[in-house]
């Protein structure tokens, strides 16, 4: 409490000087000698006060911060010398643009007017950026989503394609040069809004109309952002004192599709594909002045959705659903709509103090939650809870050199998973195949088959003073993280388990439960999540150096909390846990840029930082939460043959749930964060006006990682048990078999290690070329990670634990972005993203250890082989798995896919228009996403492809 009595004591401060632009710039006579105490302003109606302006130092260099994205024209006056203008300076999300100027001697009333590009070499900076203005997020095809806007940038990640907002109704994420995904930093106006569950990975559904443009960094970021992924910052609409108002419709019905499932992709093992049945996006903005000069609205609705059909998913042609019998002619259709009702208030305190807010209300439907080979009956339904963003923020520009904010922002994304369809009673229980991965019946593996209810709301509290002369920009500032998460899990009407089978001789042949200590009710919540950091930039002449230190203070509990009894378990009431975990870290940060040529043109720029792994919300107290949900395979014997597992037809238990409120998983009294190191250099040139080109080298250390260890089983209670290699004939596998009495004696300890580790290793080459009107980007990202994960528990993971000892090669992407004006009113637009062939999935960003696979989840394919009792009959836990493949020797085929917009603009006096015709995966390209890996009949089976070629008809206007 005293941390956080400190922090708020600091006052509440925003997360970023730089969440918006900067001119700065030196000022020289025609002798070269510099200038100071020559008066620079900066005008552009974007801004709320018209004019800021700044005096040049004893160097002659000045700096004007926190302008929005806009048209800029930067004036420089002196008693005794002409008076200079520089007009058409364009400025968007952080970027620094130079503007320097040469002063005559002469009367100050004779004005001088220079025309010049605008700079698109930062030589003041070492982050990593890409702006995408208004222009271009109207004019990019896309799904107009974040995810998919960030996969057009070079370097970036996606954990599933997207093709034509196909994968915009769910959680996809972003990931960059082998950062994790809970590394993202999501900010409106700079401020944080990144949610709880995923420790910040997890993101709310932002309405594009809301944003005047968005701002993805993605290396080299300062000390006033915890992690070291992909920060987006997305920079609101304002309103102002002209009525002004947008529309956007886009429509795909189904029968637009084309078909891409060939006879070839048929003849594979695959039945049926993910198809649209329908895409539509409206959405609608209008903004204007309450009070003229004072007070501005902005509001926007937005109504999104698609529905498409779920790959390899059907209704069960079993009407009692004792078996699965996939009727091929009824697929199951994942039905979607989000809604979003936004408004934005801005309001002029004063000159130079700004006071604004914005309220984002998000419903969420979803009909059938599920994935492959799972029966419609199995699917889960979402119903709409309550989905927010909202935050306020006030601005204070006191003099020239000052700057203060302050401000608070709340992500709240309560929703419920797994509620059972309407034909599904809450006495059928959920059936699964093990060998197949079928799920009939119920809701199955996916929560445990659990109807699973979640409250994660997370305030941030953030701010800033910021002093700045011509040479320094130094800024100082807090960042309080509040919340909690709110959980309740329970499957059907008691049941508290599913069921598992092998296809044996033409029938399903129970095999296994796996049991759940529902019901569940637990919490977690978050002392405090505390940063507070000082950050400068210092340029002397060329060279300008970005040094910073950020201290974190993270403190998150578990509350007192109760849950009732279940059928595999009593009711439980545990105790308050204080102190999970309670950590204080330093991480400096140091960035610098050099203009080599002394005239904006060309820079190298280097940064090296240290980023504490982004525990930023409540993740870590769930994973000792004494009332975590747990599940226990067990074996099952049908003596009766009513194909119900009874209570006294399951085996004894393996892993016992814990009943007494003292955790049978614990941390390391001395354990300490996880952190990475990333180091990046790079090079960037104008090759003439509008054209860069860039190169960096990346690279990212990850060390302190965890791992599990049972202190109450050694390796020397494993017997090893050499079974066969069905892929390679005459090789054998090692099996460790668990001593039978050491099955169920569980107590882990989380701990640091120093033999885990992971990294990550990368090239970019990058271009932005903005001339005759477009907006062209792109470039190539070549990278490798590897990981070694040899200090582990159980010693059937240490298969290729080691994979600096292996040949794990380096992939390539490549992207091209952006639009171009051609004659007649006619824009065109596109894009291409060329990937490596890595399966889609969010392990495989994160490149974790899983235990249930015993491997890390790396980019290649492996078959994952389960051994059980048919094969070692005296197996003491039900099975094992153990990988078949060296990592890194089997991927998918590399994909590649090439969206196009074709537009004509029409105007009539005040009204403007834009008629669009989309085309999304313009080869029809059917590349496998996804394949099988459990050894078995079903191996290599595909079980998602790239969405068929797509058209959508949409009309855009504003006024």
Known sequence: MAVAGFALALGLLPQSAAAQGTIAGSVKDTSGAVMPGVTVEVSSPVLIEKVRSATTDGQGQYRIIDLRPGEYTVTFSLTGFNTVKRDGVVLSGEFVATIDADMRVGALEESITVSGQTPVVDVASATQQQILTRDLLDNIPGGRNIWGTGATLTGVTLSAPDVGGTAGMQQSYIAVHGSERRDNAIQVDGMSVNGIEGDGAIQNYFNQGMFEEMSYST?????????????LNM??????????????????????????????????????????????????????????????????FRRWGVDQTVTESFYNADPARRTYIADLNRPTVDDNVIKSGAVRLTYQIAR??????????????????????VAEEACGVRNPKRYFTGQAKYTATLGSRLLVEAGWSE?????????????????????????TTEVWSAPGPANSGAFYFRAPDRHTYTAIVSYVTGSHAIKTGVQLGKGGNRHQREIGDGLDLYQEYRFRNGVHVPESVVVSNTPQWAAEKIKYDLGIYLQDSWTYKRLTLNPGIRFEAFNTYVPEQGSPAGRFVPGRHFDKIEDLPNWRDVAPRLGGAYDIMDDGKTAIKAHVGKY???????????????????????????????????????????????????????????????????????????????????????RRDFGNLFWTDNILVADSDYTVVNIANPLVPGETIPIYNLNVAKRGVVQNVDKNSDVNHKWYNGYDIGFTARVGGGNIFGGTSIGRQVTRFCEVQDPNSLRYCDQTKLDIPYLAQFKIAGTYPLPFDVQFSGTWQGWPGVPTGTNRQDNEYTAASNRVIDPSLNVNYNVSRSLIPNLTVASVTVPLLEPGTKYLDRWNQVDLRFARKFQYRQLRMQAQLDVFNLLNANSILSRVEAFGASLDRPQSILQGRLVAAGVQLTF
Not at 269 to 292: C, K, S, T, W
Request: proline letters at 6%; aromatic letters at 10%.
């Open 219 to 231: 290396s080299g970021l300062g000390a006033d952002v915890q992690s070291s992924g992909v920060r």
């Open 235 to 300: 920079i609101p609409k304002d309103g102002s004192n002209t009525l002004k108002g947008s529309v956007f419709i886009s429509h795909t019905p189904g029968s637009w599709q084309s078909n891409n499932f060939t006879d070839e992709i048929r003849a594979t093992g695959l039945r049926a594909p993910n198809r649209v049945e329908r895409i539509f996006d409206q959405n609608f903005g209008l903004g204007g002045p309450l009070m003229r000069d004072r007070l501005w609205f902005y509001g926007t």
């Open 352 to 373: 130079g103090h700004k006071l604004s807010a914005y309220l984002d209300r998000i419903v969420k439907f979803r009909g059938h939650e599920c994935g492959a080979f």
């Open 411 to 435: 992500n709240d994304e309560t929703y419920s998973t797994g509620e059972r369809q309407p034909s599904v009673k809450g006495s059928d229980v959920g059936r699964s195949d093990r060998d």
């Open 612 to 698: 504490m792994r982004a525990y930023s919300t409540v993740g870590f107290a769930a994973l000792f939460n004494p009332m975590v949900i747990s599940t226990d395979r067990r074996t099952w014997t049908d003596r009766n043959g009513d194909d119900i597992a009874q209570d006294s037809e399951i085996g004894p238990v393996v892993n016992p749930f814990n009943i007494s409120g003292i955790s049978n998983r614990i941390p390391d009294p001395d354990i300490t964060r996880p952190y990475q190191w990333e180091y990046n250099v790079g090079l960037q040139r104008e090759l003439y006006p509008g054209v860069s080109v860039s190169f960096g080298w990346v």
